[in-house]
């Protein structure tokens, strides 16, 4: 379980706002962001990308519980990323957003599933693993939040899959979603169909009746040919 880190990541306030702003912020090796939550006024901060990679290393990932504080100031409070933008091309973070964190109150994390075993499906009957939801929706305390689940698979057979209501999840978290879901399944290798009988006797049919038409359009193209020839010399 992630329990409240001992990280801190010092931020610098900032005062402008709007694209040309931010553009400036990076421009200088910043990236801008908004610190808001627990039903009190937001304010915009300025904080080093090296620092956000760093704390989404650790083990909790964007769960990570640490330690915002102001640069030059003593204001602290526990905080979470809620929400990072990455440049689609670059992965460069370019904006993000913190959420202050009470520790005794419940909050709604996104938790990665990781799959563990090899479906006999797939060891023994060709199957292919088919992985539906990566990551689940849950409720829970902050300190109580989950690195991952695991969805053991090996024993699945072609056509068999794990749901949401197979995860372990424990008493301290409550799931968000529909417990019947899959999470993943083994499904039929992907075969192309050959033709049946009837099919094939269609497809020829059709092209024989292709041909014919074809050869009365030549012969037509042939007789308005030689009706020029029949002119009186």
Do not use: W
Request: hydrophobic share 35%; charged share 30%.
């Amino acid at each position: 379980m992630s329990k409240t880190s001992n990280i801190t990541l010092e931020v610098e306030p900032r005062e402008e706002s709007g694209k040309n702003a931010c553009r400036r912020l990076r421009a200088r090796g910043l990236v801008p962001g908004n610190v808001y939550g627990l039903d009190s006024p937001s304010f915009k901060v300025a904080v080093s990308p090296r620092r956000i990679e760093e704390l989404l290393r650790s083990g909790s990932g964007m769960n990570t519980i640490f330690t915002l504080k102001m640069a030059g100031e003593e204001r602290k409070r526990e905080t979470m990323i809620k929400e990072l933008q990455r440049d689609p091309v670059t992965e460069h973070a370019l904006h993000v957003d913190f959420m202050r964190i009470d520790v005794d109150k419940a909050i709604q994390v996104s938790i990665p599933i990781r799959l563990t075993g090899v479906a006999t499906g797939v060891k023994n009957e060709g199957g292919v693993m088919d992985f539906v939801h990566r990551d689940v929706l849950v409720e829970c305390l902050p300190g109580a939040i989950p690195e991952y689940f695991e969805a053991d698979i090996s024993g699945l057979h072609v056509n068999q899959h794990v749901s949401f209501k197979d995860l372990v999840i424990g008493e301290e978290v409550r799931l968000l979603v529909d417990p019947e879901q899959i999470v993943a399944g083994c499904v039929p290798p992907r075969v192309d169909e050959a033709p049946t009988e009837a099919e094939e006797a269609e497809a020829l049919e059709a092209e024989a009746a292709e041909g014919e038409t074809e050869g009365e359009k030549t012969d037509k193209d042939a007789e308005s040919e030689e009706k020029p020839g029949d002119q009186k010399g």
